[in-house]
């Protein structure tokens, strides 16, 4: 069974700082995706950033980077120069693909995340 | 058009009522799913439908019945709820695939009273 694991319940930043999320997986399948969103209060989730298992490269999306070390199965989230909209609960998750179709999306326990001036 | 779209966004019930939650989405998307999320905590899946079947129950109680009437359409079908089912019921659609991102709507927010 696949397992994410997020061990920062908050973390706060100052305005224009970078912010490492730390993420933790755990899966015996060969083949899975890790993904990052956020949920503002609002309570959307929002797509962020996605590295594959097979993936060469990490990830980045403008101010979002994914550092992937895979031998250490960690996908870990940089925020850049961070902006007070950037507070939010932040949650790493993991698809893996299931028999009879679909796939299944598990996430972790979230980070939330306090942008400071 | 990349919307996930949930109606009601807030509902408030009481125990012996019937009501259901709707989820559209026009993406050409062949997975959707339903999530429940309780305040400061992950989504947790619920049902998995994969090209208009249910692929994904997760042990989620019989008061919980869902439904893909055609592959644009989710819904959830809530009879004799308890007030811990109260949280936020988020849908989402997807791609098949394990990369491809999902989608999620704004979620409906149900009070059992």
């Known amino acids: 069974a696949q397992k994410i694991t997020q061990t920062q319940p908050g973390m706060f930043v100052q305005e224009k700082e970078a912010v490492t999320l730390d993420c933790t997986y755990d899966?015996?399948?060969?083949?899975?995706?890790l993904f990052w969103y956020k949920q503002p209060s609002s309570g959307e989730m929002i797509f962020l950033i996605y590295q594959g298992s097979y993936d060469q490269q990490n990830a980045t999306e403008g101010r979002y980077s994914l550092n992937f070390q895979k031998a250490r199965k960690s996908a870990n989230l940089v925020i850049s120069a961070s902006q007070l909209g950037d507070s939010a609960m932040y949650f790493c998750a993991m698809r893996e693909a299931v028999t009879g179709g679909g796939n299944k999306l598990t996430f972790g326990t979230g980070t939330q995340l306090k942008v400071e001036l | 058009d990349t919307e996930v779209t949930q109606t009601p966004k807030h509902l408030v019930m009481g125990m012996t009522n019937k009501k259901s939650l709707k989820c559209e989405q026009h993406?050409?998307?062949?997975?959707m799913y339903w999530y429940k999320q309780k305040a400061k905590k992950p989504p947790e899946l619920m049902f998995v439908y994969s090209y208009e079947k249910l692929s994904i129950n997760e042990s989620v109680p019989s008061r919980f019945s869902p439904e893909c009437p055609n592959s644009s359409l989710l819904n959830l079908h809530l009879h004799a709820l308890q007030p811990e089912d109260s949280a936020l019921y988020l849908c989402?659609?997807?791609?098949?695939?394990?990369?491809?991102?999902?989608?999620f709507g704004q979620g409906t927010r149900l009070t059992v009273v």
């Open positions: 989402a659609s997807s791609q098949e695939g394990v990369g491809t991102e999902a989608f």
């Open positions: 993406m050409g998307h062949r997975a």
């Open positions: 899966t015996s399948d060969p083949s899975y995706g």
